[in-house]
């Protein structure tokens, strides 16, 4: 068990549709990381957030967001929903960034888009 | 930017093989670190190792052992005495700044 929790484990929706994807990190770490794995693009950043500052941005759509709340859990909120977004989207949460410490993911949640 | 390959797409071996997974990477950072991930059918991704461009002595945890040779800019991981458990998808990932950019994976099977 990584620390990393995310919720709902499962989402299906309709084209159109918004969802809220949670994510709480690991005791002790300050940065938060939303991920993207989808069967044609691998798996790709799309956020990261250090004690609820934004910190770095990859490749999100404008109709993707997030942000991290003062107890460090973390939201990503999908709008607008396309079929292209069904995919795995991983939360993961670390000290500090990369360099000092691993990511530790969480076990994702899968969102089909219908 | 960074850039990961893992030319592998998907290995096949029986149960007891040896298996090496390769990992070329591209960074123009003079420190950078490496990471290979496990991805079991269960879907969660599992840290297994880091190692930092300084330090190139091989590491072997159990069946697990990991060459890294920044002469060839590659970090290649070798499961000896490969088990079905081992069945996965593997990552290898290198940083850049605060993130990690992920090769494609290579999937392993392992039959009996």
């Known amino acids: 068990d990584s620390g990393v929790t995310q919720t709902p484990k499962h989402l299906i929706t309709a084209t159109g549709q918004r969802v809220t994807l949670r994510c709480s990190p690991r005791s002790g770490d300050l940065s938060v990381y939303w991920y993207q794995q989808s069967l044609d693009q691998g798996l790709q950043f799309l956020i990261q957030y250090y004690n609820g500052e934004e910190r770095a941005k990859g490749n999100i759509l404008e109709r993707f967001s997030a942000q991290q709340f003062p107890d460090l859990h973390s939201e990503l909120n999908l709008s607008s929903l396309e079929l292209g977004d069904s995919a795995l989207y991983f939360c993961?949460?670390?000290?500090?960034?990369?360099?000092?410490?691993?990511?530790?993911f969480g076990n994702g949640t899968r969102l089909t888009v219908t | 930017a960074q850039k990961v390959t893992q030319a592998q797409t998907e290995i096949s071996v029986v149960e007891k093989e040896d298996v090496t997974l390769d990992c070329v990477y591209e960074t123009r950072d003079t420190t950078y670190y490496l990471f290979w991930y496990k991805q079991p059918p269960s879907g969660e991704l599992v840290f297994l190792i880091r190692r930092n461009s300084f330090d190139e002595q091989n590491e072997i945890s159990g069946r697990y052992s990991w060459n890294f040779q920044k002469s060839t800019s590659s970090f290649n991981f070798t499961i000896t005495a490969s088990q079905v458990v081992d069945s996965a998808v593997y990552f290898c990932?290198?940083?850049?700044?605060?993130?990690?950019?992920f090769g494609a994976g290579t999937i392993l099977r392992v039959k009996s």
């Open positions: 990932a290198l940083s850049e700044a605060d993130k990690l950019v």
């Open positions: 993961a949460s670390s000290v500090v960034g990369t360099g000092y410490s691993p990511l530790h």
